[in-house]
């Protein structure tokens, strides 16, 4: 079975950093696209940035100036670089792998990030 497990997620304050990483396991063959997704209190879930193999990457656009997404096949990990954090940002982010585009999805548990002003 595929599990995803993130970590570095935690408490900064307004303007800081976090660096958020997910290693991937059990899976057949590469995901093709692994990303990110965050949900705050009362909202939907959403993207915050993919990437895929051929490091084509997609940001939400208030993430775009100020996150970036990587991944390393070789360890099977996704990583995103979080600088400039607001108090927007404060979610629990998910990452989230696919074998294909339109593939079933697989989500890690979770980790929450915490903004402070």
């Known amino acids: 079975q595929v599990q995803l497990v993130e970590s570095g997620g935690g408490l900064v304050q307004a303007g800081g950093s976090l660096r958020l990483s997910c290693v991937a396991s059990g899976t057949l063959f590469t995901l093709h696209v692994m990303g990110w997704y965050r949900q705050a209190p009362g909202k939907q879930r959403e993207l915050v940035a993919t990437?895929?193999?051929?490091?084509?990457?997609n940001y939400e656009d208030s993430v775009k100036d100020r996150f970036t997404i990587s991944r390393d096949d070789v360890k099977n990990t996704v990583y995103l670089q979080m600088n400039s954090l607001n108090s927007e940002d404060t979610a629990v982010y998910y990452c989230?792998?696919?074998?294909?585009?339109?593939?079933?999805?697989?989500w890690g548990q979770g980790t929450q990030v915490t903004v402070s002003s």
């Open positions: 990437i895929t193999t051929e490091g084509i990457t």
């Open positions: 989230n792998g696919r074998y294909s585009s339109n593939g079933n999805n697989f």
